[in-house]
C-alpha cells in the first residue's frame, strides 16, 4: 500500500489503498465495474481477483483504506450497514447465543437482532450503555457470545466506555463489537481501546455525501471459537454475498478521502449550534458530549479527538414544539439519515426509531436530532432561529 504506519491520519486518508492504477498511470483507481476476470490458465487468476463476489480490485483499494483507518487486520465492505451488521452475526454466532446489547442505539440494529436473528435463537439484554455495573450484570456465563455498543450513542449521545466493554467481555470470553458511525476513525479508533470488531454505515460520514449505501466490518487480529476473525468474516461476505459494488466503493473510498477535513468542520459547527442552543427558552436539554455539562464529556475526551457532528435537543413546548420545529427549518431538510455536508433535521422517536415505539427503548418523545453538515454556521443558526419560532408558535398554541 501507499503509506506507511508513520504517515498521519489524512495521509493514510487519501493514499492508502488508493495507489495510481500500475497499467495506466491514472492517478484515481479505477471502478472496476465486472463481474468476472479472465484466468491465465485454469484456477490461474491476476492478482487473486477471480469473481466479483469474492474480491474486486475497486472493494479491495477502499476496504485497506479504512482498514488502515480503523487500525484494524482486515475489512470487509457490504451492502449497507445492516448488511454489514447482518454479515457479522451470522459469522460469528450459532443459535442460542446471547448478546449483550447497548440499548441507545440505531433503531435497524435492534430489529435486526430482535426480528431476524431472534428466529434462530438469538437472545439479548439491553444495557444503560454509560452503566459498567449493569452491562457486567447483562452478561450470562457461558451463553453471551458477544458485547454490542455504539459510542456515541443514538440519539441521545450517551458515551460508552469503550474499554470498559472491553475488559468486561473478555473476561467472559465474548467479543467486543462497537459501531464506530457516528464517530468515525478520525474521531474514535475502538480497536485501540480494546474492541475486537469495528461496524460502519459507510452510508453516513464515510461516504459523506448522501449520495450511496454502505456498510463496513473492520475486525483486529484475533480468534473466536477456534477461527480468525478474518477468515469467519471474509467467509461470510463470500458465502452470502451480500457485498458492496464498485460504483459503491468508489463513491465511499472518495468520501473517506476528506473524512478529515469534514470531520473537523462537521465538529466546530455542532459545538458551536450546541452552545448557541443552551441559551434558549424553548429547549429543555441540549445533548451533546462536547458540552462540559455532559456527563459524558471527560469520558469522550479521554477517548476520542472531538464530539462529532450530532446534537440532539429536547423541548420545553414537548412533542408539539419539537414536531413544529422539525418542520419548520429550511436549511435543515427533514430526513432521516445523517453524515454529509448537509445539514439534517430528524423527529427520531417515529422516523429513525420507529421500531421501537411502546418498548423501553422509545426515544423521549420531545426531542430532536440535528446532523449538522458543514455549511455556514451563521446561515445554520439562522435557520434553527425559524424551527423555534416555529416550536414557541406551538407551545403557545397548546397552552391556549
Ligand atoms: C445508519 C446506521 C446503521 C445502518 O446502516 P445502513 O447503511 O442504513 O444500513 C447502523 N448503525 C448506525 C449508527 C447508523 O447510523
Redesign the pocket.
Known amino acids: 500500500m501507499g503509506t506507511t504506519t508513520n504517515h498521519g491520519f489524512n495521509t493514510q486518508a487519501i493514499h492508502a489503498g488508493q495507489e495510481p492504477d500500475p497499467l495506466t498511470g491514472a492517478v484515481i483507481p479505477p471502478i472496476y465495474q465486472t463481474s468476472t476476470f479472465v484466468q491465465d490458465g485454469i484456477n490461474v487468476l491476476r492478482n487473486g481477483h477471480e469473481y466479483s463476489r469474492g474480491s474486486n480490485p475497486t472493494r479491495s483499494g477502499f476496504e485497506t483504506q479504512l482498514t488502515v483507518l480503523e487500525t484494524g487486520h482486515a475489512g470487509f465492505a457490504f451492502a449497507?450497514?445492516?448488511a454489514a451488521e447482518d454479515a457479522l452475526l451470522r459469522a460469528v454466532l450459532e443459535p442460542g447465543d446471547h448478546i449483550v446489547l447497548g440499548s441507545d442505539g440505531?433503531g435497524?440494529?435492534n430489529r435486526l437482532i430482535n426480528r431476524l436473528h431472534g428466529k434462530w435463537g438469538i437472545t439479548n439484554t439491553p444495557v444503560d450503555i454509560t452503566d459498567l455495573a449493569a452491562v457486567q450484570a447483562a452478561v450470562q456465563p457461558g451463553k453471551t457470545a458477544l458485547l454490542w455498543v455504539?459510542t456515541p450513542s443514538?440519539p441521545l449521545l450517551g458515551i460508552a466506555d469503550v474499554a470498559g466493554w472491553a475488559g468486561i467481555a473478555h473476561a467472559a470470553g465474548a467479543l467486543l463489537v462497537v459501531?464506530n458511525?457516528?464517530a468515525t476513525p478520525f474521531l474514535q479508533r475502538p480497536l485501540t481501546l480494546g474492541a475486537d470488531v469495528v461496524v460502519h454505515?459507510t452510508?453516513?460520514y464515510i461516504g459523506g455525501h448522501s449520495d450511496v449505501?454502505?456498510?463496513a466490518v473492520v475486525v483486529a487480529d484475533r480468534a473466536f471459537r477456534g477461527q480468525e476473525l478474518a477468515e469467519a468474516v471474509g467467509f461470510q461476505q463470500f458465502a452470502g454475498g451480500a457485498v458492496a459494488g464498485p460504483q459503491d466503493c468508489f463513491l465511499a473510498a472518495r468520501g473517506l478521502k476528506t473524512l478529515g477535513l469534514r470531520m473537523e468542520r462537521h465538529c466546530s459547527n455542532a459545538a458551536a449550534i450546541a452552545d448557541w442552543l443552551q441559551g434558549r427558552e424553548e429547549i429543555s436539554t441540549v445533548l451533546y458530549p462536547g458540552l462540559e455539562t455532559h456527563p459524558g464529556h471527560e469520558l469522550a475526551k479521554a477517548q476520542s479527538n472531538g464530539f462529532g457532528g450530532i446534537v440532539s435537543m429536547q423541548f420545553a413546548g414537548g412533542e408539539a414544539a419539537a414536531r413544529a420545529f422539525a418542520e419548520s427549518t429550511k436549511l435543515f431538510a427533514l430526513s432521516v439519515?445523517?453524515g454529509g455536508v448537509e445539514s439534517l433535521v430528524c423527529y427520531s422517536a417515529e422516523m429513525t426509531h420507529a421500531s421501537v415505539i411502546g418498548t423501553p427503548l422509545a426515544v423521549p418523545r420531545n426531542l430532536v436530532r440535528l446532523s449538522v453538515g458543514i455549511e455556514q454556521v451563521e446561515d445554520l443558526i439562522a435557520d434553527l432561529q425559524l424551527g423555534l419560532a416555529a416550536a414557541r408558535a406551538a407551545s403557545l398554541q397548546r397552552a391556549a
Open positions: 449497507s450497514g445492516i440505531y435497524g440494529t455504539e443514538n459501531d458511525t457516528f454505515s452510508t453516513k449505501l454502505g456498510g439519515s445523517l
